[in-house]
Nanobody, 123 residues
Framework: VQFEESGGGSVQPGGSLRLTCSATGFVFGNYIMSWHRQGPGKERELVACISSLGGTINYADSVKGRFTISRDNAKNTVYLQMNSLTPEDTAVYYC?????????????????WGKGTLVVVAS
């Protein structure tokens, strides 16, 4: 199982970025996918998750209305569109798939992590 995140960068407050995660090593369309982030001095947190066919999506309260998760099962890819970014969104962003026994209601990620992609929001 491998995840390759891309699309990070530096952006001013109020700006937008689109993150992309390419996944390999498992049957992508069978799994819930998620985005997580770890800010400076903070623990890694779940940002959003999307069900295997994309019909159900959950967001962390801190990103609701600003971030949009989507997936393309034909391309084994999950995306995170981030709008109205604030300095509090500064973090390394990671994607992952559901862990053993996880569900949309009780989501936890697998033990496999990629290198992530850094997002810096600063004026």
């Amino acid at each position: 199982v491998q995840f390759e995140e891309s699309g990070g960068g530096s952006v001013q407050p109020g700006g937008s970025l689109r993150l992309t995660c390419s996944a390999t090593g498992f049957v992508f369309g069978n799994y819930i996918m998620s985005w997580h982030r770890q800010g400076p001095g903070k623990e890694r947190e779940l940002v959003a998750c999307i069900s295997s066919l994309g019909g159900t999506i959950n967001y962390a309260d801190s990103v609701k209305g600003r971030f949009t998760i989507s997936r393309d099962n034909a391309k084994n890819t999950v995306y995170l569109q981030m709008n109205s970014l604030t300095p509090e969104d500064t973090a390394v962003y990671y994607c992952n798939k559901e862990g053993l026994g996880a569900s949309m209601e009780w989501y936890h990620a697998s033990d496999f992590w990629g290198k992530g992609t850094l997002v810096v929001v600063a004026s």
